[in-house]
């Protein structure tokens, strides 16, 4: 095999330009080989994924020598093309046999036409889960869809056992609304916070609403579109821009389009043929066999060949543009390798044209450029579809890093992503340490296990103690300033900067803890919200690695002369880090400034620490 001596797709000397390329890039192709081995010439072979697997085959002529390495030079023009290429190696010798070959390496090729907006990446972002956020008053769920009930008591436990059938139903709510968001803006603001992004809010029989009975409608719980209206309103104002959850690949069992318990006063596709969404969803056997997310009932699956629910959400009058035109920045797409690019592709069109600065960040669990659903090859950040994924590959880095793993097993991952990912789909990515489908960081971190093995009952009630907590709120504290020093749109689950804990759904969904906040969690967010808006080296700076190695991270962002360094020590050994350094290091936590002494600066990290340093402002 061509090691990573004679060829490494990440260093400048061995291919450039770097990473993925917008289609029309010529990519030059270098081999390193000792000049001992006797090798005369090099062979690229180039599968075009796009173009049926066509092969190419391109000669790598001796270009010179660098010390005792021979070159081998060769060239891709990209013309034309948009997609993934797959491309290898083979060495050949004098007598034309071959010698070394290498693995195949994947080059990813975008369309750079489409003007993706720059503000996602930049800021810090703020996931809301708005049944449980903040209420004003307890609601009275009367008239309303679901059969739900409301929690008299912000404080009780969600309900997370099965009904008389045996059946959890998600059907208890807390009351949380939007004139509750609205209430805690200046708290968001103050928390650095420059997008808002809320989980579903159309009217729904769930608490957690991700099957949407009318997305016409807000949730009548949550308030109403004008409500909305004057969130973003007031938002804006405050230089936050909300993001909307939506729903697309499929309804809720109780809905006005299915309507599947008849709730709804006009026909739905459970009522037959004569329905107008009849054929919005897939019938094996009317009424009683249909296609549904996962088999799950209660979700029954959209028709994407559907004309008429492809206007419906698209069209100029559709559901994307007429929320847009309520005041919101943008779309988080759920399930959104579920959805067939063209789907996509529609939803991309209809925002851009309602409104150009407007984002869609599209969930995906894996690296979204090489991501293969129902047997298809995903388009999602190749230009035209998403402008950013959700970033789950970042999580399990970090996470994996905080709980033992060698920081070079996060470096490696995350420089993979950086590769394969074009300029706009890195800096867009959505960055998190936990969502509503994840357990709380905070017990992640301080149990360092899901603790499958335990009861839900014992999960229900289970808390950190004393000792397990601290080493949680170390780790965290560590996890937060990597993710608000990376590349990509650091995201806040809403009560991890509050030290909220929790297992799986429903215990990570529980209500925030207004007034009982862990003060000095809430402290270090605020400071790495107020470091993220004002440090430009953080909105858009390049990544340079450090160390990554064992139990120690340092990286720097850089831009414009602005340097800033995050160094973290997840071991329990004390550790040192050097660089280079000019001048004065300000510590933007608010701890001592350090002195370079001599061009370097020395830093000192006790176990379980981190530092977050920086160049002086200009003046």
Known sequence: MIDAQTYDSKDLRFKTPYGAVPGGTEVTFTLRPLRSEGYSRGVLTARLESWDNKRIEVPMLWTGLDGERDMFTGSINTDGYMGLIWYSFRLERLDGKSGRESQEYQLTVYDENDKVPRWFGEGMAYQIFPDRFCRLSVPNSAGMVGGRWVHQSWEEEPEYRPDHNGEIRNRDFFGGSLAGIRSKLPYLRDLGVETIYLCPIFEGPENHRYGVGDYEKVDPMLGTKEEFSALCAEAHAMGMRIMLDGVFNHTAFVSKYFNGDGSYPNAGACQGPQSPYYDWFCFQHWPSQYTSWWGIYSLPTTNKNSRAWLEYITGENGIIRSWLRAGADGWRLDVADELPDRVVAAIHDAVRAEKPDAVIIGEVWEDGSNKIAYSVRRKHILGGHCDGLMNYPFRTALVDYLLGGGA?????????????????????????????????????????????????????????????????????????????????????????????????????????????????????????????????????????????????????????????????????????????????AVDLLGGQNLEAEEGVLTLELPPLTGRLLATPEKK
């Open 408 to 584: 070079e097993r996060f470096r490696n991952s995350m420089e993979t992503l950086r590769e394969n990912y074009p300029e706009f789909a890195w800096h867009s990515a959505m960055n998190t340490l936990g969502t509503h489908d994840t357990m709380r960081v905070l017990t992640l971190l301080g149990e360092k296990s899901e603790q499958r093995g335990q009861s839900r009952d014992w999960r229900a009630h289970a808390r950190l103690n004393d000792h397990d907590r601290s080493h949680g709120k170390a780790r965290l504290a560590l996890g937060a300033m990597v993710l608000f020093a990376f590349p990509g749109a650091p995201t806040v689950y809403y009560g991890d900067e509050a030290g909220m804990e929790g297992f799986e759904d429903p215990f990570n969904r529980r209500t925030f803890p207004w007034g009982h906040e862990d003060q000095e969690l809430v402290r270090l967010f605020t400071a790495l919200g107020a470091a993220r808006k004002t440090r430009k080296a953080l909105r858009r700076g390049d990544i340079e690695y450090v160390e990554a190695a064992g139990r120690v991270l340092a990286f720097t962002r850089s831009l414009d002369g602005e340097t800033v360094l995050c160094a973290v020590n997840a071991g329990q050994e004390p550790q040192t880090v050097t660089l280079p350094w000019k001048g004065t």
